[in-house]
């Protein structure tokens, strides 16, 4: 399954794609402040049955927070369920975000595309700098880190620097 999110001004684009599916029932659409507390904004109708790539959209509008995470809930016929990886988006002004957040189990930060990124430093939650690189391009591999809260410091060559926290699992 593909499942990406899109800020599109304070709007949100949803958009996902499953290669097959047997004996779906529907897609809840869930959306978060934190990350950990769910509210369910929305549900598709899944095809049941199908042997052949399917694409689904949901629109989110007017999203009022600085940070929002969304995750699909994909359930079955039988009632049994699974969750889609995690999208989030920062609505704060700022047009940097990194994502995924939290980041998986390959460890890859991506940077959003077209960022020229001078210096990217990330932070125990006790302040510790645990992390490093200069140049950072497109991604940068965390995976050496232990699971956990970090705080990702960015500096752009424009002179600007964002900090945003990012969970680790």
């Known amino acids: 399954m593909k499942f990406e999110a899109r800020a599109e001004g304070k709007n949100v684009l949803l958009t996902w794609s499953t290669s097959s599916e047997v004996n ?3 897609f809840v659409i869930e959306r978060s402040a934190s990350g950990k507390d769910w509210d369910a904004i929305g549900q598709i109708r899944a095809q049941k049955l199908s042997s052949e790539q399917e694409e689904y959209a949901f ?17 079955d016929s039988d009632s049994t369920f699974a969750y889609s990886k995690i999208e989030s988006l920062q609505f704060d002004g700022s047009q940097f975000a990194i994502f995924p957040n939290p980041v998986g189990n ?15 430093a990330i932070f125990d939650l006790s302040g ?16 050496k880190l232990p699971a956990g809260n970090y705080i990702v410091r960015v500096l752009l060559n424009d002179g600007s620097e964002t900090s945003q926290m990012v969970v680790k699992k």
């Open 106 to 120: 390959d460890g890859l930060l991506q940077l959003p595309d077209g960022a020229n990124v001078i210096n990217i």
């Open 128 to 143: 510790k700098k645990v992390f490093e690189e200069d140049d950072a391009a497109k991604h940068v591999n965390i995976e």
């Open 24 to 26: 779906s029932e529907k």
């Open 59 to 75: 629109y989110d509008p007017n999203v009022e927070l600085k940070v929002a995470y969304y995750r699909l809930k994909m359930v």
